[in-house]
């Protein structure tokens, strides 16, 4: 077992106000443990840079660092398709002053002279091209700035609406976009492989979640909320989630056959701070389990037929008087009898109408869409749940976005999207929802509805038509989706969602809205879109080709016969099972299997037959996996 501890004398940050080059001179003169830095920068794909700069090197150039001079390096390192080309590649690092810088330590390296590990700054950084910025990071410094000054600009000139929440115009500081997510994640004895059927039953028994941790895991866990709140995360609580299995443990006390889902989950930050503190939770939690002989995976859907896992984002909107008062703007006056206040109901409209523009950022991958599937306690439709009334907060998970609120803390009110996991893209996620939320609001504050005039076209029937949102669109539902009505009723209610990542992508190009509202202030831009777009379809193309296919011909390749007998009715399955292998893997002279079918239409680049043929390997691959659990439970 690992000998890992948390040192507590360790330098964790330097903050923003700690960033001149008198005080990182000093700081970094009494910490010679310190011997590289790296800026990391956020390229459209969600990939962090990391390079190691020897630190007499930053102190030789500090100053230009901290004025905005630029590192260069090579755009093939990073994924910016369009932006960076081959006769065009060269990419500029710029140091960002405003946010918290952290330290990043090697526990496998200790320096001889301080016996400490060896530790390198680690610099959030923008990515610019040829003066432009074209990296995730930028993208939502540039939305938060925008959402703000927009709000900002109505409340200068709807004196009524800040009288609303108590306060007048100039008793304004300013607005700030706030966030937070919940990190879900699978941990694993790496060299010890654990049935799915167990995880499974294991599953529905209900018998891991919010269960104690046990042994190295629960070791782990405890350092790595030690850690983030020795790094300013203010960590809420870390917990078992409902996938995971019993551990097995060995006649010297140790546990194996390890294979649990994990929660950890912090409290609120400014926007861009809370994108780039989850960058860092997931460095750490990944090296704390590693140095204890578990591999982490943050993956939306590790193993097919268990739980994934989500991260699920919240989000809202806060004044900030200048007497230090903090006014969440999403909460109404009187929380006993609104949901909302009209700011809140508009974020929530925005959201809601326009989510199919958000959900290319939040679900990019075919990872990603295998998790959304019904059964897993992850949504699947663009519906919300407000709570069963207005002094009954929300409850439902089975829903696409939940209002969360208490009815005696304002702070608490917030929206709670369930969509995204661990690998979304959260910079690009955050923005493109903020840039939705303004259409929303700009129509609630234009419309001069009240609150309860709001909430009456929220919860407008099927049918019904809205001044905002559309006619034939259900968007508010208090009963598990699943349960109570059917997958082609959840599409005529809810709308139909994508399928595949080419669905996802496809609505960037042809949305008609995707001007006046993704690239409202100059957030997002085509080329940005484009270049977005373009890096998800070929990822989404070289994994369905080079890993999708092959393991699942893999998996078709474990499935053999297992009967030896007469059995009429073994012989009957098999029969089945052998179709359907044939049918998926096996080409002959008369036809093509759906594997090549697959890889031909990648190499012809016609992707909506890429798509359309995915959905059926999927389909195909679960129906063959069915077929021959059916069959093992039939042998004896």
Not at 117 to 123: H, M, N
Not at 530 to 556: F, T, V
Not at 603 to 608: I, W, Y
């Amino acid at each position: 077992m690992s000998g890992f501890t948390v040192n507590p004398d360790l330098l964790c940050v330097i903050r923003p106000e700690l960033h001149s080059v008198k005080d990182i001179t000093g700081i970094l003169d009494k910490h010679p443990e310190i011997k590289f830095v790296s800026l990391v920068a956020v390229d459209l794909a969600g990939n962090d840079t990391d390079e190691k700069i020897p630190i007499a090197d930053f102190h030789d150039n500090l100053d230009n660092y901290l004025n905005g001079e630029a590192v260069q390096t090579d755009g093939s390192s990073v994924v910016l398709p369009g932006i960076a080309t081959l006769n065009d590649g060269k990419v500029d690092l710029i140091p960002d002053p405003d946010v918290v810088w952290y330290i990043d330590y090697n526990y496998s390296h200790i320096d001889p002279k301080t016996g400490l590990p060896v530790g390198t700054l680690r610099i959030p950084s923008f990515l610019k091209h040829n003066g432009k910025p074209v990296c995730s990071r930028s993208v939502l410094k540039k939305s938060a700035e925008f959402f703000e000054q927009k709000i900002t600009d109505i409340l200068k000139n709807q004196p009524e609406l800040c009288s609303e929440f108590g306060f007048s115009f100039e008793d304004l500081d300013r607005i700030n976009l706030i966030m937070a997510t919940e990190l879900e994640f699978w941990v694993n004895s790496p060299d010890e492989k654990i049935a799915t059927e167990q995880l499974t039953i294991s599953q529905e028994l209900q018998e891991q979640y919010w269960k104690r941790t046990k042994g190295v895991v629960r070791t782990a866990l405890e350092q790595v909320i030690l850690m983030l709140d020795r790094y300013g995360f203010n960590p809420e609580m870390g917990h078992k989630e409902v996938g995971g299995v019993k551990a097995a443990i060995s006649s010297s006390g140790d546990f194996h056959f390890i294979m649990e889902q994990l929660e950890v989950d912090w409290k609120y930050s400014d926007a861009l701070q809370g994108a780039d503190y989850e960058l860092c939770a997931r460095v750490f939690i990944k090296e704390i389990f590693r140095l204890h002989g578990l591999d982490v995976s943050f993956n939306a859907k590790p193993l097919p037929g268990v739980a994934g896992s989500g991260e699920h984002t919240h989000v809202n909107a806060v004044a900030f008087l200048k007497n230090g008062k903090k006014i969440n703007l999403f909460a109404p006056m009187d929380m006993k009898a609104d949901y909302l206040s009209r700011i809140g109901w508009g974020s929530l409209f925005g959201i809601m109408k326009h989510y199919d523009l958000i959900n290319p950022f939040v679900s990019s991958s075919t990872d990603a869409f295998n998790r959304l599937q019904p059964g897993f306690e992850a949504p699947t439709h663009c519906v919300a749940s407000i709570g069963t009334d207005v002094n009954i907060p929300s409850r439902n998970r089975s829903v696409l976005l939940g209002v969360v609120r208490s009815e005696d803390k304002k702070a608490v009110t917030r929206f709670e999207l369930r969509s995204p996991n661990p690998h979304t893209n959260t910079y690009l996620c955050l923005a493109a929802i903020y840039q939705c939320m303004i259409d929303g609001i700009e129509f609630a504050v234009r419309s001069g509805h009240s609150t309860k005039m709001l909430e009456t076209e929220f919860v407008k029937p099927y049918g019904a038509d809205g001044e905002y949102l559309d006619k034939d669109r259900l968007y508010r539902c208090e009963e598990d989706i699943f349960e109570s009505m059917t997958g082609e009723e959840r599409d005529r209610l809810f709308g139909k969602p994508a399928a595949t990542v080419y669905d996802s992508m496809l609505v960037l190009s042809e949305h008609k809205n995707v001007t006046s509202i993704l690239c409202a202030g100059d957030v997002f831009d085509r080329i940005i879109l484009d270049s977005y777009a373009r890096a998800m379809l070929e990822r989404w193309e070289m994994e369905l080709k080079e890993r999708i296919i092959p393991e699942n011909r893999a998996s078709i390749r474990s499935i053999v016969k297992r009967h030896s007998d007469d059995s009429s009715y073994d012989e009957l399955l098999w029969n089945e099972i052998v179709r359907l292998k044939n049918y998926i893997a096996k080409t002959s002279s008369e036809s093509d299997s759906l594997f090549d079918r697959i890889k031909k239409a990648i190499d012809e680049k016609d992707l909506k037959e890429v798509s359309v043929l995915q959905i059926e390997m999927n389909q195909k691959m679960t129906e063959l996996r069915d077929r021959y659990k059916e069959y093992c439970n039939n042998q004896i």
